[in-house]
């Protein structure tokens, strides 16, 4: 994208365009239009499909007129508003700070972790090799108000050989595509390479937090990290968005794993921390499925605390590789999903309209599969849970308490 095509795009009368047509089907613009406003529409359409994707990703990016998008790609790897308040919320919490003074964040993208950042610190260095991507976010801080970013087009590398000056924290989202972009998850194989700019960082700053895909393992991230000090995962309406890794310079002991719940408004549901030799000390009780099901929260399950979340509320589990936990009278504040057991063996004829709610774990068949086996269709308020015990296999019908 050209200097030229961003102001274009950023016109009066293109914006107006954007807006009018927002909701209507892009597919069928563009077989009308090849050219408008002096732009390829092709472009024009891209900016409506991002702007549908921004409404729930980045609010405050889709209440302000003028706004330009980058490619799908880049939106996608964006953090969420949430998300981003949520990592700025937390760090505030972590250093005891009201704000920070001078912030970095390397991998600057699209711009959403910045702009929340940019919002709790005195001065933020946004870092990003790409010049369109560079010149968008400015274009779209300067909009939006954001006067206390220094746009530095280049990569980290550079920024981090020419920089001498100490931050209080450096922000580092590592692109999770190799040069044919391909999806890869090793932190090794993401750019930049997080490990071997480690000492740099410590540098320029005694703080690094660090975003890692959601897939990766816990265990793998340790062993390629040094300095890790805790470990936090966030999700949000249920599901994992987020693994982040806090750094800290100098630092040596066991790190702790925090779990965040939040709801689709960003308020924390649930929260849960610990660390891995609680977890491998923890034992658990195995014990067949009693009148309520509990399934952890999709933070508890990336984290790995199967044992201790059992042993913390006193539930036993139903098999060494089922994460379903049972007892005879019912928790209300367990983070996570409640199920009653209506039935214990699954019955069809109580099932109305053959409308259910299907999930499988550690069970032989997918959920789709035992929906088409059962000849069940999604809805209603019924359940229908397959997992493996110590014994045997279940299927049974429940309904959902929280």
């Known amino acids: 994208m050209s200097t030229a095509e961003l102001e274009k795009l950023s016109s009066k009368e293109v914006q107006e365009y954007i807006l009018t047509h927002e909701k209507d089907d892009v597919l069928k613009l563009l077989l009308h239009k090849r050219e ?16 549908k994707k921004i409404f729930s990703k980045a609010p405050s990016f889709y209440k302000e007129s003028g ?24 760090l505030l919490k972590e250093f005891n700070r009201k704000n920070f003074g001078k912030v970095a964040d390397i ?84 750019q930049p390479d997080i490990k071997s700019l480690l000492p740099k960082l410590f540098n320029i700053t005694n703080r690094v937090l660090l975003k890692v895909s959601p897939l990766l393992d816990l265990q793998l991230g340790l062993n390629e990290l040094e300095h890790v000090k805790k470990i936090i995962v966030v999700s949000v309406a249920n599901e994992c968005k987020e693994l982040l890794f806090l750094l800290q310079d100098n630092f040596s002991g066991e790190p ?23 977890e491998k000390t ?36 139903l098999h060494p590789n ?8 019912v928790l209300k504040k367990f983070p996570g999903r409640v199920f009653k057991i209506e039935e214990l063996a699954f019955n069809r004829s109580n099932i109305p309209e053959r409308k259910a709610n ?45």
Request: aromatic content about 10%.
């Open 107 to 190: 991998t600057g993208g699209f711009g959403i972790d910045s702009y929340v950042l940019s919002q709790a610190s005195t001065n933020l260095d946004f870092v990003e090799p790409n010049a369109t991507l560079t010149a968008i976010v400015k274009h779209n801080f300067d909009i939006l108000g954001i006067q206390n970013v220094v746009y530095h087009c280049s990569k980290v590398e550079d920024f981090l050989n020419a920089s001498s000056r100490k931050v209080d924290l450096v922000l580092v989202d590592p692109s999770r595509r190799d040069i044919r972009s391909k999806k890869v998850f090793r932190l090794s194989d993401c």
């Open 36 to 51: 408008i406003f002096g732009l390829p529409f092709a472009s024009v359409a891209d900016q409506i499909i991002a702007r």
């Open 256 to 278: 702790s794993i925090e779990t965040y719940s939040l709801d689709k408004q960003g308020r924390v549901v649930h929260s849960f921390c610990f660390t891995i030799g609680a």
């Open 358 to 402: 299907v999930i499988t774990r550690n069970y032989p068949l997918t959920a789709e599969q035992l929906k088409k086996i059962l000849k069940l269709e999604d809805g209603g308020e019924n359940y229908v849970i397959g997992f493996s015990g110590m014994k045997k296999k279940f299927i049974v019908r429940a309904t959902r308490l929280e």
């Open 322 to 329: 089922t994460h379903l936990y049972t007892s005879s009278v």
């Open 67 to 90: 706004i330009v998008y980058p490619s799908a790609l880049n939106l996608e790897q964006s953090s969420s508003e949430t998300t981003a308040k949520f990592k700025v919320e937390f």
């Open 282 to 317: 923890a034992h658990s009780d195995f014990g067949d499925p009693q009148l309520y099901l509990y399934e952890p929260n999709a933070s508890i399950l990336k984290s790995g605390a199967f044992k201790l979340i059992g042993e913390k509320f006193s539930l036993r589990k």
